[in-house]
């Protein structure tokens, strides 16, 4: 399985960014899918969440009301929108898969992880 994130960039604050991440090897269908992110000096934290159907969302408190995931299975891909992006926002952004359909925001409940994707946010 291959993860190819993409879509990070250079962006002010209050500005948006949206970031895509492609699968190959394997049908995302039945995956539990997430996007983490990882700050300089900061262990990778879990951003936001999307069940296999796309019907169940969830998301870090940071980022409740700005972010939003969704998935195409049918494209075999699942993005993260970001809206009103904050300086705090810099980070490199990882798209995670996890083979379990079941929620998970640790980091060790997944199985497959994208190269990451730069995001900065200048103020």
């Known amino acids: 399985v291959q993860l190819q994130a993409s879509g990070g960039g250079l962006v002010q604050a209050g500005g948006s960014l949206r970031l895509s991440c492609a699968a190959s090897?394997?049908?995302?269908?039945?995956?539990?899918m997430g996007w983490f992110r990882q700050a300089p000096g900061k262990e990778r934290e879990f951003v936001a969440g999307?069940?296999?159907?796309?019907?169940?969302?969830f998301y870090a408190d940071s980022v409740k009301g700005r972010f939003t995931i969704s998935r195409d299975n049918a494209k075999n891909t699942v993005s993260l929108q970001m809206n009103s992006l904050k300086p705090e926002d810099t980070a490199v952004y990882y798209c995670?898969?996890?083979?379990?359909?079941?929620?998970?925001?640790?980091?060790?409940?997944?199985?497959?992880w994208g190269q990451g994707t730069q995001v900065t946010v200048s103020s």
């Open positions: 995670a898969l996890r083979e379990s359909p079941l929620r998970s925001m640790s980091a060790l409940g997944y199985d497959y």
């Open positions: 090897g394997r049908a995302l269908s039945t995956a539990y």
């Open positions: 999307v069940s296999w159907t796309g019907v169940n969302l």
